[in-house]
């Protein structure tokens, strides 16, 4: 059996009076919080959910989300967190594509379940109330025991199911085993120099795989894990002051806007010994800037969901900057030509990587996952070079992903939307710059011979139709003709260009 499974209970055993948990004002100590853990694992056995099966979620940070992160699995279930952000197609499209068995859903999502009858699974439970037709979870899991016996969990059972931004078409959800998962607190660990006296802070959606890079390692370690309901820059920092936080993991927009909030002042964030700035690039301004107020304790990753990390050390954050870092102990890199060889320091090419947090495939896409893992390689997609001291430097963005707010945003799912209107002939979609989210999706397109629809009329007709709020475009160009190559192609780059030299940032 694989700790964690046992992971809670155990520390429940050998570490009960010690802080696990900090929401909203609250302390959970390990025996408390393995006790709600325990409560919402028999809920979830009498509801017929069995090891394997599928339990999806779709809801903000909450006590009730974070237990259910750790029951899930104590039974030998696959979790599916899912955004609490999608529209009924997204969600319709992602419970049938992950063969879910059971879903617990925040009320603000009653609206989009009322719209989707016949097509949500048996069991449906509310983690924050009660309505008719829905199942109470609170009321449920109170009612349960508080302690049971966990799963038979091997290193090769599924852990969880994570779902790309993409929700229209055939989702694409990347498998985790308990192994991976063991991996990412056995390794992150280290690398952020945690230990169980870490407090770490999370403000962000745990729904989004870059929370488990923390999350993780503060549990396997027994650290205090300190959670936010949603990110705000000023709660942030007088969580960090008020907690004496240690660690924290934020995407580059929050960091941005907690170093322009009113309140900042880097005394009150003195406790802080790691940042870990993942999601997007941090420019180099934000880098500085974060440097000299708070120096030696800046991490950076580039890492994919799929499995492949690498970490800019706080040592190494100033004189490294332009760098994301190498990759951890037991990964290995390789930066490829389009036909396969290898690259020269200084060369750009394909970023490909292994190493022991490599998922095991896309679920139920094998085609997509032979695309994506050659001889036990994963190719990434994106483009970079290494210098002479095999730091690795980021050139271009994964398969034109849009980071907005470190939500990974991907053009095709919106273009394939677009293109279904009957005046459009063409269209590209791509990232351009937005003050609070970093960028935000933009749609150039060109229309049919004697067609009349207007950019306004064509934006708000994609945003009815995609399946996520994070996917809806700000803005739509109508174009004569796209830039390409011999070949063609369009050339995203150049259309973004112009965009991002107006805003004074590179692409």
């Known amino acids: 059996m694989l700790e964690l499974a046992t992971l809670i209970k155990r520390h429940a055993r050998l570490r009960p009076d010690a802080v696990a948990v900090v929401f909203e004002g609250t302390r959970y100590t390990y025996r408390e919080f393995w006790e709600r853990v325990a409560r919402a694992g028999n809920l979830l056995r009498s509801l017929g959910v069995r090891p394997g099966d599928k339990v999806a979620t779709v809801a903000a940070n909450s006590l009730e989300l974070l237990e259910i992160y750790w029951a899930v699995p104590s039974i030998g279930a696959a979790l599916v967190p899912l955004s609490p952000l999608l529209l009924r197609e997204g969600l319709a499209s992602l419970l049938r594509g992950s063969d879910a068995n059971l879903l617990l859903a925040q009320s603000s999502m009653l609206p989009v379940l009322r719209e989707m009858p016949g097509e949500l699974p048996a069991n449906v439970l509310l983690v924050d109330g009660a309505a008719p037709g829905f199942g109470d979870y609170r009321a449920l899991s109170a009612q349960q025991p508080g302690d049971l016996e966990p799963a038979e969990a091997g290193p090769d059972d599924l852990f969880n199911i994570m779902f790309t931004s993409g929700t229209t078409g055939v989702p694409k959800g990347i498998m985790h085993t308990h192994f991976v998962r063991s991996m990412y607190a056995t390794l992150m660990g ?96 934000d880098k500085d800037r974060l440097n000299a107020a708070l120096p030696g304790r800046l991490y950076e990753l580039y890492g994919l969901t799929e499995g492949f990390v690498t970490i800019l050390d706080r040592s190494e954050a100033v004189r490294r900057a332009a760098s994301v870092g190498v ?12 036909d396969g060889t290898e690259c020269a320091p200084g060369e750009p090419g394909e970023i490909v990587g292994r190493g022991p947090m490599l998922m095991s495939g896309y679920y139920k896409r094998p085609d997509l ?55 459009v002939r063409e269209v590209a979609v791509f990232g351009i710059p937005h003050d609070k989210w970093g960028e935000t999706p933009h749609a150039a397109v060109i229309l049919r011979p004697g067609a009349e629809a207007t950019a306004d009329a064509l934006r708000n007709w994609i945003n009815e139709r995609v399946g996520a709020r994070f996917q809806r475009v700000a803005s739509v160009a109508i174009l004569a003709d796209f830039p390409r190559s011999t070949a063609g192609k369009i050339l995203k780059r150049e259309l973004r260009e112009p965009y991002w030299s107006a805003s004074g940032r590179k692409i």
């Not at 990759?327 to 389009?338: D, G, S």
């Open 369 to 423: 996952t032979e695309q994506a893992i050659r001889d036990g390689w994963l190719h990434t997609g994106d483009i970079g070079h290494v210098d002479g001291e095999g730091f690795l430097h980021l050139v271009d963005r994964k398969k034109d992903m849009i980071d907005s707010g470190g939500v990974k945003v991907y053009p095709r799912d919106i273009e394939e939307i677009a293109a279904r209107h009957p005046d």
């Open 327 to 338: 990759p951890p102990p037991f990964f290995r890199m390789r930066i490829l030509r389009e």
């Open 190 to 285: 280290p690398a952020f120099r945690m230990a169980p006296e870490s407090r770490t802070l999370h403000s962000g959606a745990i729904v989004f795989n870059g929370a488990f890079v923390t999350m993780m390692p503060s549990f396997f370690l027994g650290g205090t894990y300190i959670l936010l309901r949603q990110f705000d820059a000023e709660e942030t920092i007088a969580a960090i002051e008020r907690e004496r936080v240690t660690h924290v993991m934020l995407v580059p927009a929050q960091i941005v806007a907690i170093l322009g909030a009113p309140g900042f002042d880097a005394r009150r964030l003195e406790s802080l010994e790691c940042i870990v700035s993942l999601g997007a690039p941090l420019l180099k301004q």
